[in-house]
T-cell receptor, first 111, second 113 residues
């Protein structure tokens, strides 16, 4: 069963705009990770944020974590057509540390 | 390192046949995961190994599925007998240890007709 659920399911924007995707989860977590999947390819890790962290940056990516609301957001600034992909959050809860994935947000960036 | 290597990339088989999917994790990684991805169910964890030992196989759908990791550099996922509902993309992933980033292979697209 999915622990994290992404929102929206699909997002369509123009190149240069910012894209924001959200992830909500049900139980307390150790870590939350964001991954990208291009069509027909494997998942690629983007960022890992630990439960005691609130914000992390990597290039044009910004991830926030609000454990009180059990939610995270991924912001892609100045989007490019190459950012077109599906984005997944993965949470690991309890003592397992096994990443459990949501269904993903499909992002389309129009050139 | 070449990353996580899966073979074959594509497999088409007839219902009732045995299917074996293979995975070579990244050298030095102690955790290995098998996931299955479908449109209906998303990305599901099937089984997880730590130091070659199966830790959690609660995601394995039924007895037709089995997985082994005979050594640190090789794992297999076997389906016997295969059924059309097994059609999916199967991913293998490895990580240095649990709680760290997972590196995924390119996946095996299985079609059972």
């Amino acid at each position: 069963s999915q622990q994290g659920e992404e929102d929206p399911q699909a997002l369509s924007i123009q190149e240069g705009e910012n894209a924001t995707m959200n992830c909500s989860y049900k139980t307390s977590i150790n870590n939350l990770q964001w991954y990208r999947q291009n069509s027909g390819r494997g998942l690629v890790h983007l960022i890992l944020i630990r439960s005691n962290e609130r914000e992390k940056h990597s290039g044009r990516l910004r991830v926030t974590l609000d454990t009180s609301k059990k939610s995270s957001s991924l912001l892609i600034t100045a989007s490019r057509a190459a950012d077109t992909a599906s984005y997944f959050c993965a949470t690991d809860a309890g003592g397992s540390y096994i990443p459990t994935f949501g269904r993903g947000t499909s992002l389309i960036v129009h050139p | 390192d070449a990353g996580v290597i899966q073979s074959p990339r594509h497999e088409v088989t007839e219902m009732g046949q045995e299917v074996t999917l293979r995975c070579k994790p990244i050298s030095g990684h102690n955790s290995l995961f098998w996931y299955r991805q479908t449109m209906m169910r998303g990305l599901e964890l099937l089984i997880y190994f730590n130091n070659n030992v199966p830790i959690d196989d609660s995601g394995m759908p039924e007895d037709r599925f089995s997985a082994k990791m005979p050594n640190a550099s090789f794992s297999t996922l076997k389906i016997q007998p295969s059924e059309p509902r097994d059609s999916a993309v199967y991913f293998c992933a490895s990580s240095i240890q649990t709680g760290t980033e997972a590196f995924f292979g390119q996946g095996t697209r299985l079609t059972v007709v």
